[in-house]
């Protein structure tokens, strides 16, 4: 029998990508098969928020934000390439956004202490850092569980990568509204951040009418209550066996 790679060549063209046979996420076997199987659902329907953001039966809640992450930071890139012609160091020699008249200005933490830079120079050494920072061994070992120290980042990277989408939707909104029309990238950042409480509304920089989706149907309400609850006993009986 001949095993099919499940994988993005060099030199894959945009439509093309992550185009391999859909697989129960309970058929598929490695290190990757979660983002494999993350990667097979946006590829489906990236409009269907709540099938991506909740979480697939037996997954954890940690490494399904992780890989939600990794996919964000590689989307990231393709997102950069959209604003090319018009996020230059002549039109932005510098990150700032301007939010009810005022504003604001970030610096890049890639330096010591930090310091302005243009704007495309801080979103790629944001997306650098972040991807650094994905693949620290010690934050994150395994893509299988993710410890206490990994979880903590998350609403850091989150915080961090919340001022690109700001960026491109108060300076370029046309290109903020055709990038989204077609991949849905800040509906899901957006939905998966609130949803697991890794963001604020406020730090999201943008107005919550933004990217705001049907809210989550009351059995789906149901079922993912009833799988906290279940997380919560597990905890509790690993604490009493400690």
């Not at 993350?38 to 809640?61: A, N, R």
């Amino acid at each position: 029998m001949t095993t099919q790679l499940r994988r993005n060549r060099p030199g894959t063209k945009r439509k093309e990508l992550y185009n391999w046979p859909k697989l129960p996420l309970d058929e598929m076997d490695g290190a990757l098969s979660t983002q494999q199987h993350l990667q097979t659902l946006i590829k489906k329907d990236p409009s269907d928020i709540w099938k991506l953001v909740l979480l697939p039966d037996g997954q954890d809640k940690y490494v399904w934000i992780y890989e939600h992450v990794c996919q964000f930071i590689a989307e990231l890139h393709h997102y950069c390439a959209f604003h090319n012609d018009v996020w230059t160091v002549e039109n932005h020699p510098e990150m700032h956004i301007t939010i009810n008249g005022e504003d604001t200005v970030f610096l890049s933490s890639a330096f010591r202490p930090p310091k302005k830079v243009p704007a495309i120079d801080y979103i790629t050494q944001t997306i650098e850092q972040t991807q650094d920072t994905l693949n620290n061994s010690t934050l994150f070992p395994s893509r299988a569980f993710i410890p206490e120290e990994g979880q903590a980042k998350f609403v850091e990277i989150y915080r961090r990568l919340a001022r690109i989408f700001a960026f491109s939707y108060y300076h370029y909104p046309d290109y903020f509204q055709k990038f989204e029309k077609q991949y849905y990238l800040f509906t899901r950042f957006k939905t998966l951040g609130k949803y697991y409480k890794l963001i604020k509304q406020e730090s999201l920089l943008v107005p919550e009418h933004v990217a705001e989706i049907e809210p989550l149907k009351e059995e789906q309400k149901e079922k993912e209550k009833d799988e906290d609850d279940d997380d919560e006993e597990d905890e509790e009986e690993e604490e009493e066996e400690n």
